[in-house]
């Protein structure tokens, strides 16, 4: 599998020449950058502008084999002087969001360049300043057109980040299928409920078992948890840093593995156990064994009056209940069918 490269890391490639530009008149290309662990790639350039009093430069995000929504996205860094001994100063432009709720590592207001991309991108500006005899003393804007519209198929706007994109990474590498951006967006929701004081969250499996969820207990758009397949990552994160009551909402297999003691619930790292259904529900033990499926299964018990639907959620409080350990969390479960309809609580 190929690595590829975070925003933050295109960032700061693109702001060292755009910086190097603007003291030399040359713009470095490919340009190379030091990142976390001593990794120095270099980065081709695929824009270049010197105007007067700022330089432009631009690098093409490549996220390797990962599927990443920011893949192919133009990340530009423009760089212009700063009024002495202001040091570092960060600007969002064009596709880059702006912080508006607390809970996040960035000031409400502050551009969504997160703190490591930040301190790479300083420590960039020091070393073409020291290389050219720059002050360091620089304004750094970044954008990424169409970043406003990428942004809609990520979790910026329930973060309270408006406007655009966020410039994220803390090694500057994309592990593929890592899905560590999904997890750090569960742990950022979290950070954002927390801050707003909301005592009630709710992590879902879909879009469909978040909308149930919402309506049952009346939540706010805030407290709603984009948990998709990473139980664990929501468990493991509340356990640390809890919030008073915390709702798992989700299909019938899904929880039928997070029943089994899953806590990755993606069909390409955990399997539904049918032995597992069948033991929940003895009398018909034999039929659900030969169950096509996980609804199949549920559609038999219905069929004899089993309420498998709660008998599944029991068995995912109790692996939600021994993950969450004895952090302050009261959990209630939440099955549905891919209907929408609620078929079992705990």
């Known amino acids: 599998m190929r690595y590829g490269w975070t925003t933050g890391a295109c960032a700061t490639a693109a702001t060292t020449a755009a910086y190097t530009a603007l003291l030399t008149g040359e713009f470095p290309d490919p340009v190379e950058v030091r990142l976390p662990k001593d990794r120095r790639p270099a980065f081709a350039l695929a824009t270049e502008r010197l105007a007067a009093g700022s330089a432009t430069a631009g690098v093409i995000k490549d996220a390797g084999d990962d599927p990443d929504v920011t893949h192919g996205a133009l990340i530009l860094s423009t760089v212009s002087r700063g009024e002495p001994g202001s040091g570092v100063t960060f600007r969002a432009g064009e596709g880059v969001g702006t912080v508006t709720r607390p809970g996040l590592p960035l000031a409400v207001g502050e551009p969504a360049i997160n703190p490591v991309p930040r301190r790479l991108m300083t420590e960039a500006v020091a070393t073409v300043a020291a290389a050219h005899g720059g002050t360091g003393d620089v304004v750094v ?15 910026n706007p329930r973060l309270g980040i408006v406007g655009g994109l966020s410039i994220l990474g803390t090694t500057g590498v994309v592990v593929p299928y890592s899905c560590s951006a999904w997890i750090e967006s569960i742990r950022r929701g979290v950070d954002v409920a927390r801050a707003m004081g909301y005592p009630h969250v709710a992590g879902a499996t879909g879009s469909t078992s978040e909308r149930v969820v919402a309506e049952l207990y009346g939540l706010p758009e805030g407290a709603l948890l984009d948990m998709g397949d990473f139980a664990g990552a929501v468990l493991k994160y509340l356990r640390r840093h809890p919030v008073p009551r915390l709702t798992l909402a989700g299909g019938f297999a899904k929880f039928s593995k997070l029943a089994a003691g899953h806590l990755d619930l993606h069909s390409k790292r955990s399997q539904v156990d049918l032995r597992l259904l069948a033991s929940l529900a003895p009398a018909i033990g034999e039929e659900i064994l030969s169950a096509n499926t996980a609804l199949h299964a549920l559609q038999l018990a219905q069929a004899a009056g089993i309420p498998l639907g ?32 609620i078929v079992g609580r705990a």
């Open 141 to 155: 804007e970044i954008s990424i057109p169409d970043g406003e519209e990428i942004a809609r198929q990520t979790w």
């Open 310 to 341: 709660d008998l599944v959620a029991a068995r995912a409080l109790a692996t939600a209940t021994e993950v969450i350990g004895s952090a302050p969390v009261r959990v209630d479960v939440v099955v549905i069918d891919r209907a929408g309809t």
